[in-house]
């Protein structure tokens, strides 16, 4: 019986890493317009990527208006939206 579970769990596996890779990967700049990161203003879940911390990947961020997760932005538009910045911060 244990090496019926191991065998499972290695198949199991086997079929579930690859998802899992691909979700650890950063969002790639849109090619419509020029872009730079804007720290600070991302909804939870709905980040790009992120400099510090457990959440250095799209998608993976767990709070709101996390100061180290970015979300790419039209060039000129960070410095305009409150609590944005183009370095990322320590949360206080």
Known sequence: MDKRYLVASALAAAFIAPSLLAA???VMPPSDFTAEKC??????????????GNNSCGGTSKIDSDPGAWIYVPAGYCDRIVGGSKTARTPA
């Open 24 to 26: 650890q990967t950063p």
């Open 39 to 52: 720290y600070g203003v991302a909804k939870a879940g709905q980040n790009d990527c992120a400099s510090t």
